[in-house]
């Protein structure tokens, strides 16, 4: 697709060797779909969000989350102005395009709900009133691995499942990380971006993905993957009807990038580690010899391949 390949194009001018993340960014848009990041600090996670509402011309919004922060500060509040002598209504940070929701981990368990209603259906409710967000509208979400205990809370499992995909950023290989260097010292200049996603791009691409066709063989490919992890009996927790239509529409949207009108197996299996990674919980003696990665590739390898695949 031309303004993919454009979009993966013109966001390498200012992020360095983020390519595959960026493919998954694009996927999520297609569908508006929600993205955990899971990383250390200075990985590039905010330039990496901001960069990209810039290319979709949008509003970008961050909400530096702590244990002190309220519901309120995110979604909005109705407040009294004495001038007017009535009620009105402020809406929060979370009325975006792009909501970069940093360390999310850090906030308590109630206002990490506030994000809920907003993730599923679209809309926030203040005091009663409903307002409809931003069209296109993603939850670029993060938090640091490292600080997995000390003043965190786990985001709970309704939270998580809400998440179309979870990918993690990796430091920068030898060469990325001296061309970032280069950059900072102004010895490489990075290109003005071009702002290629208006309104009716982006509908028109979500039309064609939608159109994205997938054959008997392959839908119940991937059904039996889905079902295998409610089964597995490493996997306490397995993934839910919500995660069986991630997992579609994922695999549409890596076909769509590869300018395919229709759903291989290899589509799935490319996407599975990112799409059913959180959405799976192992049992307490699983958690110890093995990764949710490792048991969704013994899940996977467990499931036979159709031969016929395609049209």
Do not use: C, W
Not at 3 to 31: H, N, P, R, W, Y
Not at 178 to 188: S, Y
Request: aromatic share 6%; net charge negative; proline share 6%.
């Amino acid at each position: 697709m031309k303004e993919l390949e454009m979009l993966q194009t013109d966001i390498s001018k200012v992020i360095v060797g983020k390519d595959k993340e960026v493919e998954l960014l694009a996927i999520s848009l297609l569908f508006n779909g929600h993205i955990l990041m899971e990383s250390v600090p200075g990985t590039g996670k905010t330039m990496l969000a901001k960069t990209f509402s810039k290319i979709m011309n949008g509003k970008f919004s961050r909400i530096q989350f702590t244990p002190d922060v309220l519901p309120s500060d995110v979604t909005g509040i109705q407040f009294f102005n004495p001038q007017r002598q009535e009620f009105e209504l402020r809406p929060g940070p979370i009325m975006a395009n792009i909501v970069l929701a940093d360390e999310i981990n850090r906030a308590t368990p109630r206002t990490q709900s506030s994000l809920l209603e907003v993730m599923e259906e679209g809309q926030v409710t203040i005091d009663g009133h409903t307002l409809p967000v931003h069209d296109p509208f993603m939850v670029i979400a993060t938090q640091n691995p490292v600080d997995s205990q000390q003043g965190t809370f786990s985001l709970p499992i309704a939270q998580m499942d809400r998440f179309f995909i979870k990918l993690s950023m990796d430091y920068p290989s030898l060469d990325e990380e001296r061309e970032i260097i280069h950059i900072a010292r102004g010895e490489k200049k990075s290109s003005e971006l071009e702002l290629i996603f208006t309104p009716s791009v982006l509908e028109e691409m979500r039309n064609r993905v939608k159109a994205v066709r997938m054959n008997e063989e392959v839908e119940l490919y991937l059904i039996q993957i889905v079902r295998r992890t409610r089964e597995h009996p490493s996997i306490e927790l397995g993934v839910s009807p919500r995660g069986t239509l991630a997992l579609m529409k994922a695999a549409q949207g890596k076909a769509f990038l590869n300018n395919r009108s229709f759903v291989v197996p290899n589509d799935i299996k490319e996407m599975v580690p990112y799409v059913l990674g959180h959405r799976i919980y192992l049992t307490t003696e699983a958690s110890l010899t093995k990764t949710s990665e490792q048991v969704l590739q013994e899940v996977v390898e467990s499931i036979p391949v159709p031969v016929e695949a395609g049209v």
